[in-house]
């Protein structure tokens, strides 16, 4: 009886209590990525396009976990130096970014889960820290 | 046939308040990766402009506050002589008082600045500076 009245609660309460910590501050507010692809490219509202693991979090906000975006190299006006595109992990800039962007809801156009075959995909696999 | 009955107190007690105190314990307390180091924000917005400072979520409405804010000037207008010219929000014409409140829609991304980044180095030399609110 002094299991079922006192024990058995407590257990159930300090699971729930560690659940939930678990799952605001491991977790940080987000649902398992259930059938999505590894890694997903999302569109923002300002034309950027950022690729990495995407996070719908409860909340105002949606979580970018190491992104990476598009940078255009060379010079249209150098033979030598033609134009071309790369792929960045975003990090080296003046500001030092740790590894994951929060954007809001509102800044996002749409998301879309990259193939496994993609260059993308296949750099950022091989690239990731 | 047994009919179940919920004991809204017990749930009360040992479900509803262990998730609160919880989740509470996981936003109030920093991670210990944290401890012990400034956590600055950057709060990068629509419009392409960046503001740094101290971010804190205003809940249930649509904005967020930015206090002791940082943001790009020309460097060559600077003195404490480092390649990147920063300013404290505050000496502008209309002299703003610390705390910017910022539309989340207007928003872009928020990120964390890095701690040996080249905006924290001039942000502490701007606080060197003779006459800088610390």
Known sequence: MYLRTRVLPAVIAAAILFGSFAFVRWWDLTLPPLGRSTYQAVFLANGQVFFGHYYDRIGPYVKIVTPYYIQQTGDQNDPANPPGQRVVRRGDELHAPQGEMLVPRTSVLFVEDLADSSPVAQFIAKDRP | ?134
Request: glycine residues 10%; without cysteine; hydrophobic residues 45%.
């Open chain 2, 1 to 134: 046939m047994k009919r179940w009955s919920v004991d809204r107190i017990w749930v009360g007690r040992f479900v509803i308040a262990p998730a609160l105190i919880g989740a509470l314990l996981a936003l109030a307390i920093p991670a210990p990766t944290t401890w012990g180091t400034e956590r600055l924000s950057a709060v990068l917005l629509l419009d392409g402009q960046a503001y740094f400072g101290h971010l804190r979520e205003v809940p249930w409405s649509g904005t967020i506050e930015l206090r002791d804010v940082y943001y790009f000037q020309d460097a060559r207008g600077t003195t404490e002589g480092l390649p990147l010219g920063l300013v404290r929000r505050g000496g502008e014409l209309h002299q703003p008082l610390d705390g910017m409140q910022i539309r989340r829609d207007k928003i872009l991304a928020i990120e964390q600045v890095g701690n040996a980044s080249p905006v924290l180095a001039a942000i502490a030399a701007q606080r060197m500076l003779p006459g800088a609110p610390r």
